[in-house]
């Protein structure tokens, strides 16, 4: 299983940035998909998560700002990402918990990280 994220980049305060990530490999069912991030020196943190019928949950930091979707036949969450401010500066991870076909046990799994630097 692979989740494979992508989007990074350097933003001006203000600006906006679309993250994605797709998950891949033999996939029985998704249940919930996330994004967390982690600022140098900080925890890791849930930014939001996405329910298998779409019901959401964001951090409260970024509520108003951030919208986090899926697309269940592409296996892919997004997350846009606007009036973003420099303490959105992180390394953005994904999350998914899944079943696989060869194994009934719901996991998580993680993508690599993708680096969102807002600065002017």
């Known amino acids: 299983v692979q989740l494979q994220a992508s989007g990074r980049g350097l933003v001006q305060p203000g600006g906006s940035l679309r993250l994605s990530c797709a998950a891949s490999?033999?996939?029985?069912?998704?249940?919930?998909m996330g994004w967390y991030r982690q600022a140098p020196g900080k925890q890791r943190e849930l930014v939001a998560d996405?329910?298998?019928?779409?019901?959401?949950n964001y951090a409260d930091s970024v509520k108003g700002r951030f919208t986090i979707s899926r697309d269940n036949a592409k296996k892919t969450v997004y997350l846009q990402m606007n009036s973003l401010k420099p303490e959105d500066t992180a390394t953005y991870y994904c999350?998914?918990?899944?079943?696989?076909?060869?194994?009934?046990?719901?996991?998580?799994?993680w993508g690599q990280g993708t680096q969102v630097t807002v600065s002017s």
């Open positions: 490999g033999s996939i029985f069912m998704i249940n919930n």
């Open positions: 999350n998914a918990n899944l079943r696989l076909y060869t194994n009934p046990k719901w996991s998580d799994y």
């Open positions: 996405i329910t298998g019928v779409s019901s959401t």
